[in-house]
């Protein structure tokens, strides 16, 4: 519903700004048509294709910790793919449905949304020899 609304609304704003200028070098049914499949069709088709891929994200995400690395498959981005070494970890938190993984070798923080991530953390904490309180 939220995407009906939001293309409603871009066309209403910038159909008749855009056709206005697609008129100064297109016929004026070219410009039209160009205007409507435009804010009509590819807008609403790129808008889904995004909402669609983020739910593919939250479904299809693996984490899997093992005692040498760190596998992580369909987090931040559904094709995505991954693996950090353990020795390469600097520090591994979890917030609000998060795990953060901040490496030595680079200063690049990886954010993986994972909703079980608190215990992934629990894990790799118990693996080092760590206990946290929480």
């Given at each position: 519903?939220?995407i ?17 200028a ?6 004026v049914?070219?410009a039209?048509?160009?205007?409507n499949?435009l ?17 593919v994200?939250?479904?299809t995400?693996e ?7 760190i ?22 938190t ?10 030595k ?28 309180t929480?």
């Amino acid at each position: 519903m939220g995407i009906i609304i939001l293309t409603f609304i871009i066309f209403t704003l910038l159909a008749n700004p855009t056709e206005g200028a697609l008129i100064s070098f297109l016929p004026v049914w070219a410009a039209h048509l160009l205007t409507n499949l435009l804010y009509l069709g590819l807008l609403p088709l790129a808008a889904l294709t995004w909402v669609a891929e983020d739910v593919v994200c939250t479904y299809t995400g693996e984490f899997i910790l093992t005692d040498q690395r760190i596998w992580v498959r369909g987090s931040p981005f559904s094709w995505s793919q991954s693996e950090t070494p353990l020795e390469n970890i600097a520090s591994l938190t979890w917030r609000r449905d998060a795990i953060f993984i901040k490496q030595k070798s680079s200063k690049k923080l990886q954010v993986h949304m994972f909703p079980d991530g608190k215990l992934i953390v629990k894990a790799y904490d118990q693996f080092l020899g760590r206990s946290k309180t929480n």
